[in-house]
């Protein structure tokens, strides 16, 4: 028999659920390692130091892919696993992408991304805050991004597919009466012959409603986004998104 | 410009639900904060009928009479409508206006016929985008202040906004774990931009004879906290979402030191700081909103509520009726409840039930218990030299409120999470133009379209 005291009213499932300890992988040398460890301490300020360090012995891309791109890896195992929170997640995400910018300006040209996304929030909408961490994961991992800010008209949507032929397309909005406008750019988007996956997500946008148009995918955590663009990228069709995260 | 250094109650004690020291009367016989609690009945259109004037309208005018309805129905005394503008409705000044004139029609019809009080809240959207264009000179601030004085023409009670000033800021920082930003974004920045947009409603709702009723940190604070979550989610830490709540009841305090009266906005939960400051009626909602996001505080929220609220609930079906008129019915039963405890004297036996239920609860709703409210406020009211200066003393108090009270149990996480951001707060510039200073010139560079004169710096 259970007798309720002022103890057991509620209970503390996120003080059963402490993190486990943080490991982090090694990297290739000592160079390389410390280029790593900055990007999964989200060392803003140190990162710049350590890649030049690393470039006065290796060449760019092995500062990006074993330095940069692996401590991001890390960052994100570190995050699945439940030991980071978010904010460690975007500095992390911020460190990296000062570092490649480091790389890229050695290298003379940008790194080769997997693919390009446009992202927007709904006309109407100003609460663009889950895009622009949409925005910050794909980036971390390799993606780039066509960022087309908050309150953009269905238009300018439709027109910036059709300029930058992305593998996928975003849609962020708080409010049950601006994601309305999701839906009339996927019909636009069809109509036109663009059939790639269209991600909705954010606030009070619902399966229920994302899925009721073609090219719908409904997305419930901006932390999702990576894994789509690499689905998409990969060649799956809005249909087999759809299927696999919201099935 | 503040003004509030003391504190409206001698003691956290003497706060309660249902008694404000300054009550506000308005609308159709209704009183609030006068020894009795309201229903506020928030009610969300479904997507699609906000396509036309005409269809949004009528969507308004079921939701409405649903309430009204029920309110009837099950003898409830009064109630509260708040028109919550979807962005159609400030975008179009005639939409608001015409709802509100609507809305206040449907009131009138059953205050004739039954007697029932009512009272109609319109709250304006904030289209404003900060990052993008010159926010004290802009297409949506003239829409919205046209709206307001339209909204206020057909009917409206009571002005109130959900103001969107530093969020470019605030927006960055929260997901950075920057209390500098958080700080910077919400202390200073949303309290100058208060400052302006009070100003500007307070005339309108003068020039009108309704009243101005509040502001809530809903684009900032409540983001922290939808983003810190349930016990589960790892997105912001509870603690710096709790320290985020402090500073935002500094800034949602500008809105009264202009002239703002109350009742405040049902999504404000920093209200129970407000009140202890300033002892204005407040609008809380809990439980009763779990129809748009989870609460760690359900209960907890409703101790020294005047109105409570459903946050807002979308149009459709349900066994029990449609959702305007099931969520009348809850928020009715629950006032009624707050109501007979008052008439039998038992009001601070179930105050300390509502607190008792939530307070260790979360590092949030244990700030927001009305004795920390209070202490909160006490550091705020005693450090009102400059915004920068009360919202830091606001978080440095709420932070060393959580770590001093041992049955407010913490993961280490959470705990060195705190901890830092107590060193961060503490290592600050004593002046706050040297704080200004700082800051503008650090996110001018973070955060591309950050423009200093949307502030007046």
Known sequence: ?247 | MPKYTTMAYNSAEEMIFGSAKYPVKYGRDFEVGGGFVYPELVPHPRPGSEETKKSLMREYERMVNDSLERAVTLGFPGIQIELEHVWQMTKNPDWGGDIAAQTRRQQEDYYRKYGLKSAIRATIADNRKPDQENIRDCKSLELALKTFETSAAGGADNLSMESVGGKEISDYCIVRQDIRGVLFGIGVLGSRDMEFMWKKIVEIANKYGVTPGGDTNCAQANVAMFMAGGMLDKSVPHTFAAVTRAIGAARTLTAYEMGAKGPTKDCAYEDPIIKAITGIPIATEGKTCACAHADLQGNLIAAVCDLWSNEAVEYHDMFGGTTPAVFTEILGYDVALMNTAIAMGKAHDLKAMLVNSDKYRDPHSFVVAPENAYLVGQALAANNTSYYNRAKAAAIKAGELILGDKKMLLSNFEREVLQKTLRDLQSFPDREQDFIDQCTALYRKAIPGFNPANYGL
């Open chain 1, 1 to 247: 028999m259970v007798t309720a005291t002022l103890d057991n009213v509620f209970v503390r499932y996120d003080l059963k659920k402490e993190a486990a300890e943080k490991k982090v992988a090694a990297g290739r040398d000592d160079l390389l390692q410390k280029v790593l460890t900055a990007v999964v301490d989200g060392e803003e300020e140190n990162i710049a130091a350590v890649v030049n360090e690393a470039l006065t012995v290796h060449d760019p891309l092995t500062v990006i892919r074993e330095g940069l791109v692996k401590g991001m890896a890390e960052v994100s195992r570190l995050w699945d696993e439940g030991v980071y929170f978010l904010p460690q997640t975007i500095i992390s995400s911020d460190t990296m992408l000062a570092g490649v910018d480091i790389c890229e300006k050695k290298m003379g040209r940008p790194m080769d991304k997997k693919g390009t996304v446009v992202t927007h929030t709904a006309e109407g909408d100003i609460h663009d805050l889950g895009q622009k961490i949409v925005n910050a994961l794909l980036r971390a991992n390799g993606y780039e991004v066509i960022d087309l800010g908050k309150d953009v008209p269905v238009d300018d949507v439709v027109n910036a597919v059709k300029q930058y032929k992305p593998a996928l397309v975003t849609g962020t909005a708080l409010m049950t009466t601006t994601m309305t406008a999701f839906r009339k750019i996927a019909n636009r988007l069809v109509h036109d012959g663009f059939e790639i996956p269209f991600i909705g997500g954010g606030g009070a946008v619902s399966l229920e409603y994302v899925t009721s148009f073609d090219l719908g995918i409904w997305g419930k955590d901006a932390s999702q986004a990576p894994d789509m663009a690499s689905d998409a990228v990969s060649g799956a069709n809005w249909q087999k998104l759809r299927e696999k995260y919201n099935g």
